[in-house]
T-cell receptor, first 113, second 112 residues
Framework: DVKVTQSSRYLVKRTGEKVFLECVQD?????MFWYRQDPGLGLRLIYF???????EKGDIPEGYSVSREKKERFSLILESASTNQTSMYLC????????????FGQGTRLTVV | GDSVTQMEGPVTLSEEAFLTINCTYT??????LFWYVQYPGEGLQLLLK?????DKGSNKGFEATYRKETTSFHLEKGSVQVSDSAVYFC???????????FGTGTRLTVIP
């Protein structure tokens, strides 16, 4: 009954590497989101996408980019990983109507060394 | 813009104590309101929701009532258990793009 799947639970990458975090949903949702979660800071929105090839910056887009070539897949890209990008990354998807719930992936804990 | 303000934690309670976590919101129109829970090492999952004023959402002994007059959606549970230890997020949704807004989360620890 898996609905939102993130490609990795744990990742360790080196500073300067290009990192891809993948998220796939099977519910035909238009809207998809990438958040990072850090202690004491809650969920901070990095990017969201409301349709294929459409994207909008969230609150903290610096150092990140995204790709949405297919409706079910939303990728987060760290162009050149840095240690301050060590965090838990959460992907979410939601249908466009206001009274529907968001579905989350299990999260990816990324460590940049 | 739309936003959610949530009671800061952490909250530590003894087993069987009463729980309240406060949540207020700012929104145009008629948002839907949600509580999500995040257990250690997991993503968020829906705990309960309410889609219009005066609705009460409930699940697993937790309750929250959508109060439009006070723009609040406080989470309550009469008797918490150790297994309720988690981070709780209040959220609202609106129709359209970028329609999902979260509070900062409240960590609850229940001790035996």
């Amino acid at each position: 009954d898996v609905k939102v799947t993130q490609s990795s639970r744990y990742l360790v990458k080196r500073t300067g590497e290009k990192v891809f975090l993948e998220c796939v949903q099977d519910m035909d949702h238009e809207n998809m989101f990438w958040y990072r979660q850090d202690p004491g800071l809650g969920l901070r929105l990095i990017y969201f996408s409301y349709d294929v090839k459409m994207k909008e910056k969230g609150d903290i887009p610096e150092g990140y980019s995204v790709s949405r070539e297919k409706k079910e897949r939303f990728s987060l890209i760290l162009e050149s990983a840095s240690t301050n990008q060590t965090s838990m990354y959460l992907c979410a998807s939601i249908f466009g109507l206001r009274n529907t719930e968001a579905f989350f992936g299990q999260g990816t804990r990324l460590t940049v060394v | 813009g739309d936003s959610v303000t949530q009671m800061e934690g952490p909250v530590t309670l003894s087993e069987e104590a009463f729980l309240t976590i406060n949540c207020t919101y700012t929104a145009t129109g008629y948002p839907s309101l949600f509580w999500y829970v995040q257990y250690p090492g997991e993503g968020l999952q829906l705990l309960l929701k309410a889609t219009k004023a005066d609705d009460k959402g409930s699940n697993k002994g937790f309750e929250a009532t959508y109060r439009k007059e006070t723009t609040s959606f406080h989470l309550e549970k009469g008797s918490v258990q150790v297994s309720d230890s988690a981070v709780y997020f209040c959220a609202l949704t609106q129709t359209g793009a970028n329609n999902l807004f979260f509070g900062t989360g409240t960590r609850l620890t229940v001790i035996p």
